[in-house]
């Protein structure tokens, strides 16, 4: 049984030039309507370039551009501080140029201090965008050009300074003076920017010193540990040493005060009686007698009374019982 060959052809459709150019236009159409809208976040401003020519800037919230490559926007983060790290990298960086190659960090932190030492120094800078176009259209790469400044500013900082400077208490003097720094070269190369801070992180010696290093440290630290024990007892010993001089200088006055007192008191007492003995000498003296033995007679245990006729008093004195009674 043979088929005719007609038999075998299947039915086929034809796709009109009119159906595919309707097609092409709704696909067109609809890539417009997608693409002419976008949407700018909180903390960034959106620059609106018009074939690749600065247009204007646009807030934050939903805008509308001109498709098909027209018009193109990029976003920049001009409330958000942003972040460089030198000589280590933490994760999750905010800013294209955060952290460098991990190759590139000892060539970083090693850094020439002023007495011709090494030291190894780590540092972050912290920074905001000011001015957007600035930013984007006055320097070429602006987080490189950024990392260069701070590089260089920072071995002009640290070359000004000794190593122990560097290591020890220059750390704040050194993070003030390459902040300012580096804000006026940013300010110089007009590139939109301002520096909020700059903060030293592990600044060490070289690998093979830092043993001896670590030894000085110890050594400068107990050094100061002695001399604040030294000046506590400083200050707990003069203290009460003027205090101690300050009260017998006050006894010493007071006692001084009162034999004054009392010798111009003896003296009036004096000059009172001599008074009286130029006016009666019999009577001031017999009177002078019988007060001292008045005063003298009850101090005395055993009393013996004698008239003028008495040879001998030996005979009455008892002088067994008498030493008896001293004892």
């Known amino acids: 049984m043979t088929m005719d060959k007609r038999e075998l052809d299947l039915p086929v459709t034809e796709i009109s030039p009119r159906l595919i150019g309707v097609a092409i236009v709704v696909v067109v159409l609809m890539y417009g309507a997608f693409s002419s809208f976008y949407t700018v976040s909180a903390e960034s401003v959106g620059i609106v370039q018009r074939f690749g020519h600065y247009h204007y800037v646009v807030d934050p919230g939903l805008h509308f551009k001109i498709p098909f490559g027209v018009d193109s926007v990029v976003e920049v983060p001009i409330k958000r501080q942003l972040k460089e790290e030198f000589g280590?990298?933490?994760?999750?960086?905010?800013?294209?140029?955060?952290?460098?190659?991990?190759?590139?960090?000892k060539l970083e932190t090693t850094i020439v201090t002023g007495d011709l030492n090494t030291a190894l120094v780590e540092w972050v800078i912290q920074f905001r965008i000011e001015s957007a176009f600035d930013f984007l259209f006055k320097v070429r790469d602006p987080g490189a050009a950024l990392r260069d400044i701070s590089e260089s500013v920072m071995r002009e900082v640290v070359g000004d300074r000794t190593v122990d400077e560097v290591?020890?208490?220059?750390?704040?003097?050194?993070?003030?003076?390459?902040?300012?720094?580096?804000?006026?070269?940013?300010?110089?190369?007009?590139m939109g920017l301002r520096i909020d801070q700059v903060q030293l992180k592990n600044v060490n010696p070289p690998n093979p010193v830092q043993a001896s290093f670590d030894e000085v440290n110890e050594a400068q630290q107990e050094r100061e540990r002695m001399i604040n024990v030294a000046r506590g007892?400083?200050?707990?010993?003069?203290?009460?040493?003027?205090?101690?001089?300050?009260?017998?200088?006050?006894?010493?006055?007071?006692?001084?005060?009162?034999?004054?007192?009392?010798?111009?008191?003896d003296l009036s007492k004096f000059n009172a009686l001599l008074e009286e003995y130029i006016k009666a000498p019999a009577v001031t003296k017999r009177r002078l007698y019988l007060e001292t033995m008045a005063e003298v007679l009850p101090k005395v245990t055993n009393k013996?009374?004698?008239?003028?006729?008495?040879?001998?008093?030996?005979?009455?004195?008892q002088l067994n019982k008498i030493k008896g009674d001293l004892k």
């Open 233 to 265: 007892e400083y200050n707990k010993a003069v203290p009460r040493a003027k205090g101690t001089a300050s009260q017998k200088i006050q006894s010493s006055e007071g006692y001084a005060i009162q034999r004054v007192n009392e010798a111009e008191g």
């Open 304 to 317: 013996v009374v004698l008239d003028d006729k008495a040879a001998s008093i030996l005979p009455l004195l």
């Open 88 to 105: 280590f990298g933490t994760p999750g960086a905010t800013f294209a140029g955060q952290i460098a190659s991990p190759r590139e960090w």
């Open 167 to 190: 290591l020890t208490i220059g750390r704040q003097d050194i993070e003030t003076s390459a902040q300012v720094k580096m804000q006026e070269v940013t300010n110089l190369y007009e």
